[in-house]
């Protein structure tokens, strides 16, 4: 008998076990992964129809941009009548929030600050309120970028929407 198939050697068994363990194994890394929070579809939608509900009480059109943890678009949405150019302000500014864990206010008001201009040379750093980090459980999950009226009204609008996640 070939000693390597001899299910009762300690190679056999050793081997079958392997093999074993290595097909598990993307179980146990998915697993693992998974326990981070993170924001669904269902959340970034309840978030955006929040910023559309603010926007309308207020009458304001906007651009509303909500993004997961890597900076990648879960939602966007556009009001009737915003201009166009707030669609890449708004993403600009859920960028900011995401990628510096903080709201653009910060930035914002760094600018306005002696010798603040230099953050203007930061990468994907857009210096306007009216983005914000979206926290669960302390850890940041997304942002919300809010373009379409003045930055302080973006912001009511992003922290409105934040708020009702």
Known sequence: MNPYLNPLKPNF????????????????????????????????????????????????????????????MISLRKMDGVQLGSIDVALGKAKTAVYFKRPTKVFEDMMKAEGGARIATLPNAVAI?????????????????????????DGIVAAAAVAAY
């Open 13 to 72: 068994i050793v081997k079958k076990l392997i093999i074993l363990l290595l097909c598990l194994a993307p179980f146990f890394i998915q697993a693992q992964t998974n326990s981070q929070p993170f924001l669904t579809l269902e959340d970034a939608t309840r978030i955006s129809d929040a910023a559309e509900a603010k926007s309308k009480a207020e009458g304001w059109n906007m651009v509303i941009v909500v993004l997961d943890a890597g900076g990648h």
């Open 129 to 153: 309120e009216g983005g914000l980090p979206i926290l669960k459980d302390g850890i940041v999950v997304g942002a919300i970028g809010i373009s379409g009226a003045s930055s302080a009204q």
